[in-house]
């Protein structure tokens, strides 16, 4: 909770640093990685700082958690940081970088608003920092001792055990812990992160859903080839079976709640793979209750594990399948061609929603959901790369 002298000068200044955020961000970057360019080469993701998706999913977070501590001091917005926590840990973050963090960033904020960052004002702003930090870090620990694994030595190294191309873009890579222990517990709609080591010598991570249940002996990621994406073209071009990778122990808050409430799992494109564990997870637990797959693609070649997809689907006695293709097959259903219309689709009352995919995707599917009575609270969604939600809602 913040102290009252600092709320009084967060909420005051709130607008100025909110209007600020993102050249702030920009700037703490550039210095953040002129005095440590090894993080740029080995842990931050250069896709995302070139594009300045990761600059503005750090400001609407910032942003977002500063008006949260204002507007509801006697809450915290454990979802928005348990988020963050699980993508850190995946990445193997350690409490000694958010010193790293803080200096630069308050060098940044300094620089960008000048005279203005009175001695309250640092004050203030650093109750702000400090307590999402040490909320983050308290969570970090939390799952690696859940794990087992150190702080911030999450890796074991796997073994391709086979490869599949799925689509003329995704390849599912099978994996097997090289050490031969036993393949540690995951939670259906998890992901993993993967480390590779790239010709210029910067070993960059990226995040991929775990397409397989929980309970699998055999962990299975599928990876769509990005056009400029340096891991996802490595893996497509490099790596064969019995080759081996570096591979984080599962994180990721988007997973599929116990229980028999109704299920709705919506994707578009690789969004279906978290959603592809997930109901494999339900057709092994035989779950009853109604489960509604929704997926969009451009057309059924397309589709990633279209055939589990379906096969899945058609295993749960009270499942409904729904693939909507921009370019769909001969005979398939002219109601389910181009985007995703919920409105002939039952969504049962009580239902837990599940999204992945493509941000406007999402945006449109929550906006169905809403108008068919579904709690925004019972709406739940995994983001592909930076958050931008946060983001995009600090802009509307």
Known sequence: MLSQTATTTVRATLPAIGAAIEEITALFYDKLFTAHPQLLRDLFNRGNQAAGTQRQALAGSIAAFAAHLVDRPDERPDAMLARIAHKHASLGVTAGQYKVVHKHLFEAIVEVLGDAVTPEVAAGWDEVYWLMANALIALEDRLYAEHGVLKGDTWRDWEVAGRVEETAEVATFRLRPADGRPVPAAKPGQYVSVQVELPDGARQIRQYSLSSAPGSALRTIAVKRVGDGEVSQHLHAHVREGDRLRISAPYGDLVLKDGDAPVLLASAGIGCTPMVSMLEHLAATGRTAPVTVVHADRSPATHPLRADHGALAEKLPSASAHFFYEHPEPGHPAGRTGLVDL????????????????????RAVREQL???????????????????WLAAAQES
């Open 343 to 362: 409105a002939d689709i039952e969504v049962a009352d009580g239902t837990q929603a599940y999204l992945c995919g493509p941000l406007p995707f999402m």
């Open 370 to 388: 809403l108008a068919k009575g579904v709690p925004a609270a019972d709406i739940h969604y995994e983001v592909f790369g930076p958050d931008l």
